[in-house]
Each structure stands twice: as structure tokens, then as C-alpha cells.
């Protein structure tokens, strides 16, 4: 099977060099230039905790894309994503059987897919995998994960055992899930509290779970996602949800992390919070729920976000 890993920075880069060096045929795709270059004159530079070696991973600039491909997977941050497959689909990349995979964090990723391919291909997955740039043609690798795919019309099919097959021998520790969406919502509830907020505050994790009162002031975040998934056919449990924040808060976990949107602040980029928080916001608004909490917080990135430009 010829993959594709469309956006190929941190993450899209781990889940690259993992599948080439099981044998399969990967090209990385990117638009940033000195990237692709540093790529592909001395492979992708892997850090980890004990070693630094090169992966002679193929890697093409999306102007440069002349073939297509069975499988892509989107690893875009989840605003460009949809540039990336018009690009893509102008570049004739995307032929007739090609399965497309997201694999970024957020809500709805689904449903903007299928404004280009049928939901019969498209496959969506969540993982906890974590991976980190650390400049051009160089990424840092800490940590285990796993994936969770599911094909978005939740019907199970021959493609979905072989993604899941080709994920597992790069050791990438996927399995199937029979209700990814519940998985999707899960993390999208912890990443639309701990990455604005931390961000909000300029707070590593553990320094904002150290206040006292900290239960008291997410609840009402996380309420307010229950019932917005709950009429979309996602049942998330209050405490299941709350236990999932709050086994983040140890420095052992993730306490000495600021989140990504910290970072992305921080870089001066867009942050995905359109896709965490105002998401919510968006179909509290198409069912009646109302979202203030999560409205207000959507309101105060993007202000962070103005700051940077
Ligand atoms: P990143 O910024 O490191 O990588 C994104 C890459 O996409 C960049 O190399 C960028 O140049 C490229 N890109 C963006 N727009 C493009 C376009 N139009 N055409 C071509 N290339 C384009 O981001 P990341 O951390 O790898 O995150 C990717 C997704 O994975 C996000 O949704 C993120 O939330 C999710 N995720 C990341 C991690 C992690 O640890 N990094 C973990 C879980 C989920």
C-alpha cells in the first residue's frame, strides 16, 4: 500500500519514520520548504531520550506531489487540513479507492472530510502518541502511545484490518475501536480544558491543578461538552471525564508540560481552538445548549491570538 502522511511536522513525522522503518512505502508531505530539504539531503533527525539517528524517509513539497496514494493521513494542525486535501485533490493524489485518515485532535474533522470523499473512506483515529519539532528535518520522540481507528461510518471493513495491521507493524499499538467517536469527544474534552486554560494562565499543567479550587472551576467546562456531545449521540460520563483531566495533573503524567496550544501561542501560530472549545460552542448553537463558558473561552485564545500578529 502506498501511504501518504500529509503535514508532516511532529506528529506526521513520528508516524512517518515508524512506517518506514517497517518497510512501508511513505512519502511525507509538507509545504515547508527547508523541512522537505533537510529531509530529504540527510533524513528525519530523531532525538530520543538516549540517541540521536537519521530515518532516509522520502519526503516531497506539496507543489512537487506527482503521484497519488492509497492511504493518506492528515497531520495537519485541524485548520489547514482541508487546503491540504483541496491541494491534494488539484495534484490528482487522491484516485478513485484512496482511503483518507485524520489523526489530528478536535471535533468534526469527520464531517469536513467527507466534503471530499465518501465516508466509506474515510477513517478517523485518536491517538496518544506525542512527538515534538525541534527544527527543520528534526523531531523529538519521548514516550509510548497507541491508535484507535474506526472508518467514520462506524461500518467495519477489509481497509480498516489493514490500516490497523500496517500501524502495528511499525509498532504504533493500534487497535479498532467500535466507538472512536466516544474516544474523539473523550480527549476533546481534556484538550478544551487543560490547553487554554493552561494557556490562558501561562501555567504548566501541575502549577494549574496546584490551585485549590481547580474542580470547582472546570466543572462547569466540562458540563457544558457533556451535554453538547450527549445530543450529538456521544455519551460522556461527568466522572470518567474529570478522572481523564486529572490523571494529566502529576509530574509524572503531564503536570510539567504546558499544553500545545501554550506552545502555539507562544510560536505566534493559530491555535486549533476552533476546533476544542469552539466547536462546542458551534453545536450548542445548532441544538440550543447554551456555552457560555466555552464561548468565553474560544473569545479569550482568540484575543491571545490577535496579540501574536
Ligand atoms: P506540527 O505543526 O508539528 O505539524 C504540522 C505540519 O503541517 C507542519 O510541518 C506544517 O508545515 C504542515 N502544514 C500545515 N499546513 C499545511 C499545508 N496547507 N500544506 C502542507 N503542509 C502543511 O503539528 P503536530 O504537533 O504534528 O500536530 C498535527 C496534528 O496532530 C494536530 O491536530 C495536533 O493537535 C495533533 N496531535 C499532535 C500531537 C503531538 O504530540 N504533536 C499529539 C496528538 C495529536
Not at 467517536?181 to 491543578?209: M, Y
Not at 503524567?253 to 501554550?262: I, Q, R
Not at 472549545?277 to 474560544?298: F, L
Request: hydrophobic share 40%; charged share 25%; aromatic share 6%.
Amino acid at each position: 500500500m502506498k501511504i501518504a502522511v500529509a503535514g508532516a511536522g511532529a506528529l506526521g513525522g513520528r508516524v512517518g519514520i515508524q512506517l518506514h522503518e517497517s518497510g512501508v512505502d511513505v512519502t511525507l508531505i509538507d509545504k515547508w520548504e527547508e523541512h522537505v530539504n533537510a529531509i530529504n539531503e540527510k533524513g528525519m533527525e530523531v532525538h530520543t531520550e538516549d540517541k540521536v539517528y537519521q530515518v532516509p524517509v522520502k519526503a516531497k513539497l506539496l507543489e512537487d506531489i506527482d503521484e497519488s496514494y492509497d492511504l493518506i493521513i492528515i497531520l495537519t494542525k485541524a485548520m489547514y487540513a482541508e487546503d491540504m486535501l483541496q491541494a491534494l485533490y488539484e495534484k490528482n493524489s487522491i484516485h478513485a479507492e484512496t482511503a483518507i485518515l485524520t489523526m489530528m485532535n478536535g471535533l468534526g474533522h469527520g464531517d469536513r472530510l467527507a466534503k471530499y470523499v465518501s465516508k466509506d473512506r474515510i477513517y478517523l483515529a485518536v491517538t496518544m502518541w506525542t512527538a515534538g519539532l525541534k527544527g527543520p528535518g528534526q523531531i523529538v520522540l519521548t514516550g509510548s502511545g497507541g491508535i484507535q481507528i474506526q472508518r467514520a461510518d462506524g461500518i467495519a471493513s477489509k481497509m480498516t484490518e489493514e490500516i490497523n495491521d500496517i500501524f502495528n507493524t511499525a509498532n504504533l499499538n493500534s487497535i479498532i475501536s467500535r466507538d472512536v467517536q466516544h474516544s474523539i469527544w473523550a480527549k476533546a474534552t481534556l484538550n478544551s480544558v487543560l490547553n487554554p486554560l493552561c494557556s490562558i494562565l501561562d501555567k504548566r499543567i501541575g502549577e494549574f491543578a496546584a490551585y485549590g479550587a481547580v474542580i470547582e472551576m472546570i466543572t462547569p467546562i466540562i458540563e457544558e461538552i457533556i451535554e453538547v456531545a450527549g445530543a450529538r449521540g456521544v455519551n460522556l460520563d461527568f466522572d470518567a471525564s474529570l478522572e481523564k483531566i486529572k490523571a494529566a495533573f502529576p509530574d509524572s503524567a503531564a503536570g510539567l508540560h504546558y499544553p500545545s496550544m501554550h506552545q502555539d501561542l507562544a510560536k505566534g501560530v493559530q491555535t486549533e481552538v476552533d476546533y476544542l472549545n469552539g466547536k462546542i460552542s458551534e453545536y450548542g448553537k445548532e441544538y440550543g445548549i447554551k456555552t457560555p463558558n466555552n464561548d468565553m473561552i474560544t473569545h479569550l485564545i482568540h484575543q491571545l491570538e490577535m496579540k501574536n500578529h
